[in-house]
Antibody, heavy 123, light 107 residues
Framework: QVQLQESGPGLVKSSETLSLTCTVS????????WNWIRQTPGAGLEWIGY???????KYNPSLKSRVTISLDTSKNQFSLKVTSVTAVDTAVYFC?????????????????WGQGTLVTVSS | DIQMTQSPSSLSASVGDRVTITCRAS??????LAWFQQKPGKAPNRLIY???NLQSGVPSRFSGSGSGTEFTLTISCLQSEDFATYYC?????????FGQGTKLEIK
C-alpha cells in the first residue's frame, strides 16, 4: 500500500527557511492531493496546505505568505518550504494524502500519513 | 474560519465501557467531517470519513454520526488498544481545521 516518509533537517535557525520533503512509495501521485500538517502541544494539529497532482495549491492563510508546496512526480516527492521561521514554527511536521472518490462522491482527507518529523527552530 | 470544539477534552473510562466524544462546528459543515485516533509518537490514523463511514480495517466498535454542526464518535466497547487521543477534522471550507483533541485514559 501507499507509504509516505518525511525527510529534512531537524534543526533550523530562526529567520531561515525550513525545507522538508515527503517521498511517496507504493503508488502513483496522480489525481491526489498532497498535504502538509503540523502539530504542536500548544496549537494542536494545523493544516498547512496541499498541492494537487495537477500542480494547483491551497494554503492556510495563517501561513500563506511564508509557505510554498511543490511537487516532483518524477521523483515521487513533494516538498514544503516555510520562510522566516521563528520558535512558533517548532513542530512535528506530517505529510498526508487526500483524495476524491468519484463513485461515492466522498472526499477522503488525510489517509495515509507519514510518520512525522520534528523540526526545532533555534535562536 | 470554522472552529471545531471537541468535548470532553479528556475522559477516563474502563475496558468494556461505551464512550462518546462530541465535536461541534462553528457553522454548518454538512457531513464533511472525519475522526482520527492518535497514539503517542505516531501519526493520526483515520477512523471515520464523511461523518459516519467506517474506514476499511477499523473495528466496528467505532461509529460516527451527525451532520451540520454536531457530530459524535462512539466506541461501543472499549478495548485496551483504544486508549489514545481522538481528533475531529472539518474539510468543508478552507482552512481545514481540527478539534483540539480528546484524550481517552484508563480509569
Amino acid at each position: 500500500q501507499v507509504q509516505l516518509q518525511e525527510s529534512g533537517p531537524g534543526l533550523v535557525k530562526s529567520s531561515e527557511t525550513l525545507s522538508l520533503t515527503c517521498t511517496v512509495s507504493g503508488g502513483s501521485m496522480n489525481n491526489y492531493y498532497w498535504n502538509w500538517i503540523r502539530q504542536t502541544p500548544g496549537a494542536g494539529l494545523e493544516w498547512i496546505g496541499y498541492i494537487h497532482s495537477s500542480g494547483s495549491t491551497k494554503y492556510n492563510p495563517s501561513l500563506k505568505s511564508r509557505v510554498t508546496i511543490s511537487l516532483d512526480t518524477s521523483k515521487n516527492q513533494f516538498s514544503l518550504k516555510v520562510t522566516s521561521v521563528t520558535a512558533v514554527d517548532t513542530a512535528v511536521y506530517f505529510c498526508a494524502r487526500g483524495s476524491y472518490d468519484i463513485p461515492t462522491g466522498y472526499w477522503e482527507w488525510f489517509d495515509p500519513w507519514g510518520q512525522g518529523t520534528l523540526v526545532t527552530v533555534s535562536s | 474560519d470554522i472552529q471545531m470544539t471537541q468535548s470532553p477534552s479528556s475522559l477516563s473510562a474502563s475496558v468494556g465501557d461505551r464512550v462518546t466524544i462530541t465535536c461541534r462546528a462553528s457553522q454548518d459543515i454538512r457531513d464533511d467531517l472525519a475522526w482520527f485516533q492518535q497514539k503517542p509518537g505516531k501519526a493520526p490514523n483515520r477512523l471515520i470519513y464523511a461523518a459516519s463511514n467506517l474506514q476499511s480495517g477499523v473495528p466496528s466498535r467505532f461509529s460516527g454520526s451527525g451532520s451540520g454542526t454536531e457530530f459524535t464518535l462512539t466506541i461501543s466497547c472499549l478495548q485496551s488498544e483504544d486508549f489514545a487521543t481522538y481528533y475531529c477534522l472539518q474539510h468543508n471550507s478552507y482552512p481545514y481545521s481540527f478539534g483540539q483533541g480528546t484524550k481517552l485514559e484508563i480509569k
